[in-house]
């Protein structure tokens, strides 16, 4: 089956850094590539998304990259803010079957600090 | 429009019982995702429902688990005997078939 990696697990930077997550994936097949934003307490947020026709794909402060021969993925979120603060996950589906059904990495905890 | 709703948002059941989560999708959507996050972890998919049917149910443990999504009323995810590792949070997601899931606010499954 799938299986993505996302790294790094923690992340800290300062107000108005750029903050750059990566994830890699396995399944060759794979053509959809969403980014969730979770809060303590709440349920996962789709803050970007991206499908393997294109290589990068830009909303506000926040982009995501795709290299589908290299198969990996980043997230880029520039002029960071203290309620960026969360914890991001990747993940991937694909191969045939629905965009509901997706295989998500650890996550990463982004600190920002004022 | 409202998002996916989940109820209760949090569970507590004793060793042995039976758990019942329920999901609404947003309107308009017609496929049902389950999911379960255990602590510090990520979240792991358990099912996918359209209405009436189980399309794959493989991230389902094996025993004591079922979903169901009938043709009226909420899908509902349930857990029988449940016993301290369910304790976890369950996350129900719903999609108008080729498009984006959305997430709801989970269900805090605690087992004493």
């Known amino acids: 089956g799938e299986n993505v990696e996302q790294h790094p697990s923690t992340l800290s930077v300062q107000e108005g850094d750029s903050a750059v997550i990566k994830c890699t994936y396995s399944d060759s097949a794979s053509n959809y590539f969403p980014w969730y934003k979770q809060e303590l307490g709440k349920g996962p947020q789709l803050i970007i998304d991206i499908r393997s026709n294109v290589g990068e794909k830009k909303d506000q402060r926040i982009a995501v990259t795709l290299n589908k021969t290299a198969k990996h993925f980043s997230l880029h979120i520039t002029e960071t803010q203290p309620e960026d603060s969360a914890v991001y996950f990747c993940a991937v589906a694909g191969g045939g079957t629905s965009y509901g059904k997706l295989t998500f990495g650890q996550g990463t905890i982004l600190t920002v600090h004022p | 429009n409202a998002g996916v709703m989940q109820n209760p948002r949090h569970l507590v059941r004793r060793r042995g019982q039976e758990a019942r989560l329920r999901c609404s999708p947003m309107k308009g959507h017609s496929h049902v995702y389950w999911y379960r996050q255990l602590p510090e972890e990520g979240l792991k998919f358990m099912v996918y429902?359209?209405?009436?049917?189980?399309?794959?149910e493989s991230g389902m443990p094996k025993e004591r688990f079922s979903a169901e999504f009938p043709k009226e009323g909420p899908s509902i995810l349930r857990i029988q005997q449940v016993v301290r590792g369910d304790s976890a949070a369950y996350f129900c997601?719903?999609?108008?078939?080729?498009?984006?899931?959305?997430f709801g606010q989970g269900t805090r499954l605690t087992v004493v």
């Open positions: 429902l359209q209405k009436e049917n189980i399309i794959d």
């Open positions: 997601a719903s999609s108008p078939g080729q498009g984006e899931a959305f």
